[in-house]
């Protein structure tokens, strides 16, 4: 990877050149005998040279032109996150470059939002067309694309062999809204089977991530989330992930809806077995409640098929999905399908938004669902996988002790280490690799779904050195873990 060399790097190495020439000036009254002078640098100044001049993309120093801009924008920023020190200017297909104009390989992709890339032409073609025609009216008048991304997504979520049932979508902003929506409509379906209201109970689990705002965070158990925003909404109930045998006495006739990550991504990338699933749907039909597949990270063919439910047979297909991230690869846009039983129950004003279905958010949604659809895409994710489980089967053999195990399905992974990663996370970045974490000590890999091999390659070579450095040299790492969605501040960040 080229070293491309910061201000502030340029300006430590005329420092190092000077402390240089210093240590081989002879004393002028005995050069033969006199032995180097010492600099009289700062040792943290000649930590930052040798530092610099040693990594590739070294994190920007408390002195660079990035911390001068970072630090101008904090004071008007709620802090709701703890970000590692560079700052991204600019995109292109899996890589980015900061305001330094160094690059960086992307191996997280917005958090599984960038499928198809950063700043895919044709969605920014679209982008600058649509922005030129129509961008809002209100879903209080008709357009043109809201319809068209609704019967396209319908037709081909059918088409795969996915959710057979659905039948209408409801178009929203973002994975939070429609995982609300979804919460919402399960609760107006248990509200008209029983009008006394006790058919309200939801049902989550343990290790999933739903989303920030009320309903969503309610049905998200975690409370180092929960707490800051108690009492969280009545009617919620927590299981087990994978666990069968708890599921007679968590859904009973009160249970309006069950809620569920096929896959959990935020939780540390663990898959739902099929019988799981199916567990779920047989329990549901019981007792007449709606079950929700959140596919939100895991969905859009990040497994290799367009849902990640879609091996599974119909009789364990869901009642409501819900989806975002990657619909817009970066535009907000989210949307939530339902099956007819489910849509005949909503009626004109129990739900609504007002950005939700803009000409704009549907044009490039209907561009990228088009786009992860394909099945030369669908393929072309399987195929990765493998290149990037050889690679883990190298790092178990290189580093027995640390790897312990692989989980996932097409590019979205989870390597589970015995140690933690936050160290390993700024190794990688300083050498030009984004990783986030998720879970306990898991690295996650949602890179772009358009990545090649080649680039998977050297990805995996940049982080089995930075795992060398930190692992096997016990090199001290300062920087900041990077865990996605549910970011919090752990073990050797600053702020």
């Known amino acids: 990877m080229a070293l491309r060399m910061s201000p502030r790097c340029l300006h430590l190495s005329s420092k190092a050149r000077s402390v240089a020439a210093v240590g081989l000036m002879p004393n002028r009254r005995s ?6 002078q010492a600099s009289n640098l700062p040792q943290a100044t000649m930590d930052d040279i040798h530092r ?3 990594l590739p993309n070294a994190d920007p120093s408390a002195e660079s032109a990035t911390a001068g801009l970072v630090n101008g924008h904090v004071p008007y920023m709620v802090a709701t996150y703890v970000r590692p020190p560079p700052m991204f200017e ?16 992307d191996f997280t992709a917005g958090i599984a939002v960038n499928a198809l890339g950063h700043c895919d032409p044709g969605m920014s073609n679209l982008l600058a067309q649509q922005g030129r025609t129509l961008i809002h009216t209100s879903n209080l008048y008709h357009n043109p694309w809201t319809g068209e991304l609704s019967k396209l997504m319908i037709d081909k979520t059918r088409a795969s062999g996915s959710m057979q049932a659905a039948s209408k979508a409801f178009i929203c902003n973002s994975g939070s809204e429609a995982n609300e929506a979804a919460l919402k409509f399960a609760r107006k379906v248990g509200k008209v089977l029983d009008p006394s209201g006790h058919k309200h109970e939801i049902l989550s689990f343990h290790n999933s991530f739903h989303g920030r705002t009320m309903g969503s965070l309610s049905a998200t158990p975690n409370p180092k989330y929960q707490a800051p ?3 969280i ?7 087990h992930f994978n666990d069968i045998a708890s599921l007679s006495s968590l859904i009973t006739k009160n249970t309006c809806g069950v809620i569920i990550e096929p896959i959990q991504g935020e939780g540390g990338v663990n898959v739902a077995t099929p019988q799981f699933l199916q567990a779920l749907r047989t329990h549901c039909n019981n007792v007449g409640a709606v079950l929700i597949f959140d596919e939100i990270q895991c969905g859009l063919s990040r497994t290799g098929t367009l849902w990640a439910h879609q091996h599974l047979p119909e009789s364990a297909h869901p009642d409501i999905l819900t989806t975002a991230k990657a619909l817009g690869n970066g535009f907000p846009v989210g949307a939530t399908l339902v099956n007819e039983d489910v849509a005949q129950k909503i009626v004109t004003g129990d739900h609504g938004t007002t950005f939700g279905g803009n000409p704009l958010a549907c044009r490039l949604a209907h561009y990228c669902f088009s786009r992860l659809s394909d099945p030369e895409l669908q393929a072309g994710v399987l195929t990765k996988e493998k290149v990037f489980r050889r690679h ?3 790092l178990r053999h290189r580093f027995p002790n640390i790897v312990k195990e692989v989980r996932g399905r097409g590019l979205i992974l989870g390597l589970q280490l015995g140690r933690d ?3 390993l996370v700024t190794a990688a970045r300083e050498r030009g690799l984004l990783v986030i974490t998720c879970g306990k000590d898991t690295l996650r890999f949602v890179p772009p779904l358009i990545i090649s091999e080649n680039e998977i390659e050297e990805g995996m070579g940049v982080l089995q050195e930075a795992m060398r450095v930190v692992f096997e040299e016990g090199e001290k790492i300062r920087g900041t873990d990077s865990s996605g969605d549910a970011q919090e501040p752990r073990r050797g960040m600053v702020s």
């Open 421 to 423: 990663p936050a160290p």
């Open 90 to 105: 600019k995109g292109e297909g899996c890589y980015l470059w900061d305001v330094e104009n160094r690059r960086y390989l």
């Open 31 to 36: 050069a033969s005998t006199a032995p180097a």
């Open 233 to 239: 909404l009545p009617g919620f109930k927590y299981g």
């Open 52 to 54: 610099e001049a040693s």
């Open 392 to 394: 883990f089967d190298k």
């Open 229 to 231: 925003f108690s009492p």
